[in-house]
């Protein structure tokens, strides 16, 4: 498949001019996944569930990648690996040519869950992403007004996790995420616990946020739209065992939340393609003959 679908990367994170990732392409691979297995022991000695199997697919510098796929097709299992939380069992994760061994700075995750300490404000919450990397120096504070600006919160600095709407925590999860200015972020399914019109506005400001800062973003998600609209790519997976089933360029100009991309006829066809896949997998599923095509 092509790999077509990124920006140069090197937009800073207060640029606005979003204009110029849909031009691509710096052509740098920054993430290699090659061959990739991942087996899970089980209980028993010798059992094992294999979650990933052989899973290849290059990532360009600036790419915004969906990973797509039904529950337990190996989504989480793959960006863990990328994080360098789960070792490959065979096949290797390279960044930048470097085999990926333990999490880095390089790398940041957004989970579902938003994960931020209650405790803790949100300029607290969003600090602590500065923290954890040991990177505090001077200009912290700067970089952390910056960020908060960036997904727009900008006047809930003193607010606790608990006074803020579901969509704001998830931004304050992106700005610890951001705030140590990681090369790739990986996101698994972030919007899963956000209302479904919270979700429409995300996946916009995310877009924005993305566009802006040029970073290169592996998102997870089991919604065909969304992996449509947010992704230059489309990483479609099967499951038992987990591999990928297609991957699929987007023809969608960017910004996407300025016009309704959803009403154009290369989102229509595209979503139909995918749909199609799916249910092909979900019905050879539910004939016992998941190898069958
Ligand atoms: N830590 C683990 N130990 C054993 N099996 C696991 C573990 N994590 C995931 N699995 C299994 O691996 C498969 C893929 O899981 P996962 O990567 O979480 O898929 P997804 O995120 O697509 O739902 C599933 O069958 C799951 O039950
Ligand atoms: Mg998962």
Redesign the pocket.
Known sequence: MSSEGSSDGADPVSTPDVAKRASHTSGNIIIEIDELTVA???DGDEDY?V?LHKVSLDVEEGEFITIL??????????M?TIAGLVSPTEGEVRLDGHLVGKPGPDRAVVFQEYALLPWRTVWANIRFGLEMQKNMKEGSDERIREVIELVDLTGFEKAYPRQLSGGMQQRAGLARALVADPRILLM?EPFGAVDALTREVMRDELERIILASGKTVIF?THSVDEAILLGDRVVL?TTRP?RIREIESVPLERPRAKYDARATREFIELREHVWGLLNEDAEAHARGTPEGY
Request: charged share 10%; glycine share 20%.
């Open positions: 899970y022991p089980l569930v979650a796929g039904p529950s337990g097709c190996g989504k989480t299992t793959l863990n698994d997870i997976m987990g």
